[in-house]
């Protein structure tokens, strides 16, 4: 159940790209490098590496922390980037 092969369409298949050659994302925390195993049945962060890359790239997460109203005020209170971050990671 969910083993089906796919024949790779579109980009991808006249890409051609092995298993051994990353692709390289430009995330809000540095590039990453992203190399495919096609024999795993699943990833333990599934396609987070490209919606990181979308959020950098459009602009939508720094937005999203400059708009918000959250403030903490004690001494040892964590930034709120970190806060929406997390929340953002969990849902």
Not at 13 to 20: I, N
Not at 28 to 53: I, K, S
Request: aromatic letters at 8%; one cysteine or more; proline letters at 5%.
């Amino acid at each position: 159940m969910g083993e089906h092969k796919r024949r790779p369409m579109g980009a991808l298949a006249k890409l051609k790209v092995g298993a051994t050659q990353p692709q390289v994302v430009d995330t809000l925390g540095g590039r990453m490098h992203v190399r495919w195993d096609d024999g795993a049945a699943a990833t333990p962060h599934g396609q987070l590496v490209y919606f990181a890359e979308f959020l950098a790239t459009t602009g939508v997460f720094e937005r999203w922390v400059s708009s918000c109203p959250l403030e903490y005020r004690s001494g040892n209170a964590p930034d709120k980037r970190d806060v929406l971050g997390t929340l953002m990671l969990g849902l």
